[in-house]
């Protein structure tokens, strides 16, 4: 089954790429609505302190989809003004939030409601041409990729959120399930050598992913499946977060500072790691994907294998690089769109997939699970490619350049696929760990004459 709503790929007619847009904007919808049905109380609450109330979150998609489909694309008024600043992301901190005079939930489902119908008549009326923000219809793409941004951030909410569950997963199909047998390589090999980078012809790609350029990558091995928790475990045991030697300067004094001493919601009973995954206890899988860690710890977990985190080019070159033809892909399987056969996203399974799942999203190279499952912390620092112009907005992505912020790449299972494809950048503060992120490790191949 096709992931619906996925951004358009080549020509396309006006009419289909107008009903993919109507598809994909009522999709994310629905999961907004979805992430925002539960008691009143519950959406007013602060979580945590790092997290906006739910409420802000769904007013907010409206209101960022107001300034750019209906205000700058439609040319038409601003329906409520005096809300504006409530919702901008650079006013207030997602702490200070709650104190804000927010709408209430009801009002939120009003607004939204409204600026959707408005955007849903100028997406009738105006040509998906002409302008780099019509062109095959980027605005919209945006404002879609946007809500199911926003989207992943409610589900981190909810997972930080005390007391009984109110969200349900759906279970996996188990043909997508595998486990890492013998016949799947911990590592390979990806040989030295040029590769495009980031896009220039994606319709939907968002200003940092841009322009394409060529970089040049020594020679590395990558693990084919991200880091599980059996292993991450194997760290812990073994006295990981004890080992002065095993972090960078920074990143102890982090872990000092915090106590820090397990995975973001492990807890150890009976001899045993357990968790609590959206309000339901459960031992910790010992084949998923590890979830809920910093950069730090995953830089220190890198160390104590004898490895490192790959740089951001690695990761790419890793999921894109097709040997046979020397291009770059959309996608690790090739160009088309996603299904559930390719990648666990779409937030629906509520977990990420046991590793060695998913065999046909796996790279020309063999790599598997680049695409969902988990955010994968890389070593490099959120900058722009050589050639980078903001658009539409600076506060989007340039704003955040330099290196205070870690790039993350791949996405999540709670990705959404219209909000992911191989050359898509994500990026937090490296002790972040309220997010869906893992890692997978690297080592060069230099240093053994490859
Ligand atoms: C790209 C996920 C870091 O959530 O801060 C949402 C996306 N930008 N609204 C974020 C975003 C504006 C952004 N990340
Ligand atoms: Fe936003």
């Known amino acids: 089954m096709n992931h619906p709503?996925?951004?358009?790929?080549?020509?396309?007619?006006?009419?289909?790429?107008?009903?993919?847009?109507?598809?994909?904007?009522?999709?994310?919808?629905?999961?907004?609505?979805?992430?925002?049905?539960?008691?009143?109380?519950?959406?007013l609450a602060q979580h945590s302190p790092l997290m906006s109330p739910?409420?802000?979150?769904?007013?907010?998609?409206?209101?960022?989809?107001?300034?750019?489909?209906?205000?700058?694309?439609?040319?038409?008024?601003?329906?409520?003004?005096?809300?504006d600043s409530l919702y901008d992301a650079f006013e207030h901190s997602r702490s200070a939030r709650p104190s804000l005079p927010l709408l209430d939930?009801?009002?939120?489902?009003?607004?939204?409601?409204?600026?959707r119908a408005k955007a849903l008549d100028i997406l009738d009326r105006v040509p998906l041409e002409g302008s780099p923000l019509l062109e095959a219809g980027f605005a919209f793409g945006m404002i879609i990729q946007h809500e199911q941004q926003h989207a992943e951030t409610m589900l981190a909410t909810h997972q930080l959120r005390a007391g009984e569950p109110v969200l349900h997963a759906q279970p996996l199909d188990p043909a997508v399930l595998g486990t890492r047998g013998a016949n799947l390589p911990r590592e390979v090999h990806v040989p030295a050598g040029p590769f495009t980078m980031g896009s220039s012809v994606e319709p939907w790609a968002l200003d940092n992913e841009r322009p394409a350029h060529e970089v040049h990558v020594p020679g590395y091995w990558i693990d084919t499946v991200p880091v599980s928790n059996a292993e991450f475990?194997?760290?812990v045991a073994d006295g990981g977060y004890d080992r002065k030697e095993l972090w960078s300067p920074?990143?102890?004094?982090?872990?000092?500072?915090?106590g820090l001493g397990a995975p973001g919601f492990w807890r150890r009973e009976g001899g045993q790691w357990w968790r609590r995954r959206f309000g339901v206890e459960e031992a910790v899988p010992d084949d998923e994907p590890v979830q809920h860690v910093s950069y730090w710890e995953a830089e220190a977990y890198a160390r104590w294998a004898g490895r490192r985190l790959p740089t951001e080019a690695e990761w790419e070159k890793a999921a894109r690089w097709d040997p046979g033809t020397g291009r770059s892909r959309?996608?690790?399987?090739?160009?088309?769109?996603?299904?559930?056969?390719?990648?666990?996203?779409?937030?629906?399974?509520?977990?990420?997939?046991?590793?060695?799942?998913?065999?046909?999203?796996?790279?020309p190279l063999g790599v598997r699970q680049l695409i969902g499952d988990v955010w994968e912390w890389t070593s490099s620092d959120f900058l722009p490619y050589p050639g980078f112009r903001a658009f539409p907005y600076r506060e989007y992505?340039?704003?955040?350049?330099?290196?205070?912020?870690?790039?993350?790449?791949?996405?999540?299972?709670?990705?959404?696929?219209?909000?992911?494809?191989?050359?898509?950048?994500?990026w937090d503060y490296p002790i972040r760990r309220q997010i869906f992120t893992g890692f997978r490790t690297a080592r060069d191949a230099a240093a053994e004459g490859r």
């Open 5 to 43: 709503g996925f951004p358009p790929h080549g020509p396309e007619a006006a009419g289909a790429l107008k009903e993919r847009i109507a598809c994909g904007l009522e999709r994310s919808r629905r999961r907004v609505h979805a992430l925002t049905t539960c008691d009143e109380e519950e959406l």
């Open 54 to 83: 739910l409420v802000w979150d769904l007013a907010h998609v409206g209101s960022q989809e107001e300034l750019w489909l209906v205000r700058d694309v439609g040319g038409l008024d601003p329906l409520r003004p005096e809300i």
């Open 105 to 115: 939930p009801a009002d939120s489902r009003a607004y939204i409601g409204e600026v």
């Open 233 to 235: 475990a194997g760290f």
């Open 250 to 258: 920074v990143g102890w004094a982090h872990r000092q500072r915090t």
């Open 330 to 363: 959309r996608f690790p399987w090739g160009d088309e769109e996603p299904t559930a056969r390719h990648a666990n996203l779409g937030g629906t399974a509520m977990r990420p997939a046991p590793v060695g799942s998913y065999p046909d999203g796996a790279s």
């Open 397 to 426: 992505s340039e704003v955040f350049f330099g290196s205070e912020q870690k790039v993350l790449r791949g996405g999540s299972w709670a990705t959404d696929a219209a909000a992911c494809r191989a050359t898509f950048r994500n």
